[in-house]
T-cell receptor
């Protein structure tokens, strides 16, 4: 079993839809959870990060972490064509300077 | 702020040659940088952690003699792919931690470069 599982998609939605992206993980030591957005042939950019369980909202984006289920989600409201990208979840352990473990990424396509 | 650059953005080389990729933190100092490799439709795989002034720490399965890392200053790390072969063709991405930030989450935040696409013929 891989440490982080993420459906690669692609996930196709119409503009304005609510998008739900998810990752599951197996390592209970993960404490920090991040979502990155990566456009084609570009480096990832950090969208959201959370510590431990709970929700965090930033504009149209909401990140949720359920440590009891080892499940994290990213919701995108009112999706736009410019949101079309690959979304990678990433996680790290409880101590500072821990390395990141990435999911495969989910490709999202938002059609006008 | 927190910009990381990579050079070159793409490179094509012949099999057997060596290729050097640079990773620079433009507006911050980075004692720690990371090198990742990404195949199409695959995740970022950490290759090594680069520490300024000391030897890099390589992940299991990564040949340190093939992927030479030099972190000679607080703003520059280089990855040299020695005797490159077609199977080394990939997207190489670096990231850096900002030494100057503080806070609960900052220790884990990595700023990524735009990546270097290597094609070995």
């Amino acid at each position: 079993q891989k440490e982080v599982e993420q459906d690669p998609g692609p996930l196709s939605v119409p503009e304005g839809a609510i998008v739900s992206l998810n990752c599951t993980y197996s390592n209970s030591a993960f404490q920090y959870f991040m979502w990155y957005r990566q456009y084609s042939r570009k480096g990832p950019e950090l969208l959201m990060y959370t510590y431990s369980s709970g929700n965090k909202e930033d504009g149209r984006f909401t990140a949720q972490v359920d440590k009891s289920s080892k499940y994290i989600s990213l919701f995108i409201r009112d999706s736009q064509p410019s949101d079309s990208a690959t979304y990678l979840c990433a996680m790290s352990g409880g101590s500072g300077y821990s390395t990141l473990t990435f999911g495969k990424g989910t490709m999202l396509l938002v059609s006008p | 702020g927190a910009v990381v650059s990579q050079h070159p953005s793409w490179v094509i080389c012949k099999s057997g040659t060596s290729v050097k990729i640079e990773c620079r933190s433009l507006d911050f100092q980075a004692t720690t940088m990371f090198w990742y490799r990404q195949f199409p439709k695959q995740s970022l795989m950490l290759m090594a952690t680069s520490n300024e002034g000391s030897k890099a720490t390589y992940e299991q399965g990564v040949e340190k003699d093939k992927f030479l890392i030099n972190h000679a200053s607080l703003t520059l790390s280089t990855l040299t792919v020695t005797s490159a072969h077609p199977e080394d063709s990939s997207f190489y991405i670096c990231s850096a931690r900002d030494d100057g930030t503080s806070g609960f989450y900052s220790y884990n935040e990595q700023f990524f470069g735009p990546g270097t696409r290597l094609t070995v013929l």
